[in-house]
């Protein structure tokens, strides 16, 4: 499927709701009628997760198709006092394709246990260590074992969950871009909330592996086209064509120094970059945040340092590393010219070289040559911040697709 042709299955996830609940209740009454073995996944540091044996007769490896770092602890407005019998339909877009998939789900903002007893990959019945039904603990989260189940490239992909006794915090990732659904007894409601699902894997052979966006709104897409799939990160997916895996890990409002929205990106790091499957390459793309967002830091070189701290973890793991210049922000609500001028040290300091591997200079891609403290007007969300789909669209086409290309195939072949 097409990557912009994504809305035809959302439309038929909303006209069929009604028809898939059905199928849901049927199939769990086959699913659940006898015993149930529990699987309990213990809390690990910042909830790294576990790899879990590979289906019988495997060939190829295993790569990250798509991710979504955990951002917060939520209960919706829509969950009412009664969060039971939830169903969650996480709709997803994939990088690569491949012919078994296997998720990560996450507890690691929840207080209680968090049960599920029903969970489907494009209808496809998933279990965690042969049991149909999971229940992960607090703060952990667990890798579900491999399914069959054919995965397509660029295309949209559909993790059902049922939740039957969920008593919240729910783990989520806000602000997705992406049209997703939760139903219950009452109805149906629309989000752009990821919930608990943070990670899809594939297994393949055509992929080199897998290039993670670390960043933070201007990675995750704010400004961009819901369902559009229009951010950065999946106009490289596009131009890489299956050949390369890549998975957004960007939080809106993220980070380096500080916690805020989520956790700071200096202690995610081991989670959303490093131990994600197959990763290879990292794009770093942070640092605006810690300028213009209270309180701000005003020493770039704190933000510099940060960086190439980041820079020297991945190399232990082997990990190639591109970072990002910072973009113009002049019109935003809390530009102001001394905060500007932290943007413009750091950025002469990415490009000295010393902190990342290689540039990327997304300053001078999409800043205006008459007003270079500004976003060009042709790519500015008019926010004078964040990006527009066109704006996306020029970043997304700066990486070298040729120079990633020549990355070896991931080493965690199963």
Known sequence: MPRRQGYALLIALVAGTAALAAVVAFTGS??????????????????????????AHSTGH??????????????????????????????????????????????????HPLRIDHVTVNTRPVTFRNAPAVT?????????????VPVAADADL??????????????VHPNSH??????????????TNWRYLTAVDVRGENAGGTLVAFGDSLTAGSGSTTDANSRWPDVLADRLNGRYA???????????????????ALDRFERDVLAVTGAKTVVIDLGINDIQAFPRQTDPTHITDALRSLTERAHTRGLRVIGATLMPYEGYRNWTPAQNAVRARVNETIRAGGVFDEVLDFDRAVRDPSLPDRLLPAYDSGDHL????????????????????RTRPASDAL
């Open 30 to 55: 086959l699913l659940f009628s006898g015993t149930r073995a529990k699987a309990v996944a213990a809390p690990g540091p910042q909830g790294v997760a576990r790899t879990p044996a590979a289906a």
């Open 62 to 111: 295993w790569l990250a198709t798509w991710a979504a770092a955990p951002v917060r602890g939520e209960t919706g407005p829509e969950q009412g006092t009664d969060p039971g019998l939830r169903t969650i339909r996480n709709i997803v877009h994939t990088s690569i394709g491949g012919d078994a998939a296997r998720i990560t789900l996450s507890n690691l903002f929840g207080t």
């Open 136 to 148: 992960v603990a607090a703060g952990g989260q667990i890798v579900s074992d491999p399914v069959a």
């Open 158 to 171: 559909v993790v059902t969950l049922r939740t039957p006794t969920a008593r919240g915090p729910v783990t």
């Open 178 to 191: 992406q049209t997703s659904f939760t139903e219950d007894t009452n109805g149906t409601w629309s989000t």
């Open 246 to 264: 890549v998975v957004n890990q960007g939080i809106a409002g993220n980070r380096i120094l500080l916690d805020g929205i989520g956790p700071r």
């Open 386 to 405: 964040h990006l527009n789909d066109a704006g996306y669209q020029r970043v997304g086409t700066l990486a070298d697709v040729r120079n990633l290309l």
